[in-house]
């Protein structure tokens, strides 16, 4: 998927989805990113988040992220 501005891909290690992200992640690009997880989170109980290629991130996209980790962790 890529949004102006925002490139998201996942790839899976045996049980673990690991999504990569680019560009940048913030109120415009948000609700992409938190669509990429959900989708993410329908295939794997493991999701690691690659941020290496993030070149700016707002406390909208770390809501999102923390959102989706405390999904993740309630789910054990």
Known sequence: MCVEGLGL???RHG???VV???GEL???TSRE???YLATARRD???IILDLA???FMDTSSLAVIVGHWKKL???N
């Open 9 to 11: 891909s996942s790839r």
């Open 73 to 75: 962790t309630a789910r």
């Open 53 to 55: 290629a993030v070149d």
């Open 15 to 17: 049980a673990v989805t």
């Open 26 to 28: 913030d109120a415009v």
């Open 33 to 35: 990113f938190d669509e």
């Open 44 to 46: 794997s109980d493991r």
């Open 20 to 22: 990569a992200v680019r």
